[in-house]
């Protein structure tokens, strides 16, 4: 699935912006994106845009993989800043080998982490390569 398939008002005919996509989407279009990485192997869809609400920006995509018709599947949190939209191909690009994922901190549908919590946040961002928005904020 992805965001034109999901698009029932018409908004994101127009892409104005300099960036893959429309400048501007709603995040529960996103939902159900398929997630590939540069081998181009399926690492699973997205299931929820997490928004860090102290800045107001995209803190994680709730990644699926793994498991076969939603049962067993593993989640992961991954900093949006580790995604990039391929317009292209109409999905997610995840920058990490398969069986890297496999080995990444994650959590069942169950039983969610903190998210909120600093150090649960450095340790999956240290996992990916990228920097928490906290440590953008002026001190």
Avoid: C
């Amino acid at each position: 699935m992805n965001y034109e398939k999901q698009d029932t008002y018409g908004m994101y005919k127009s892409t104005s912006s300099s960036g893959p996509g429309p400048a501007l989407m709603g995040a529960n279009t996103l939902d159900g994106n398929d997630v590939y990485n540069r081998q181009d192997e399926d690492l699973g869809d997205i299931k929820e845009i997490m928004l860090d609400m102290r800045n107001g920006k995209i803190g994680y995509a709730v990644l699926s993989f793994g498991g076969f018709l939603g049962m067993g599947d593993k989640l992961f949190a991954v900093p949006w800043d580790a995604l990039t939209l391929d317009t292209k191909n109409k999905r997610f690009v995840l920058d990490v080998n398969k069986d890297r994922l496999k080995d990444a901190p994650g959590f069942d549908k169950d039983k969610w982490p903190n998210m909120a919590d600093e150090s649960w946040a450095k340790g999956i961002h240290s996992y990916y390569g990228t920097t928490p928005h906290s440590d953008h904020l002026p001190h």
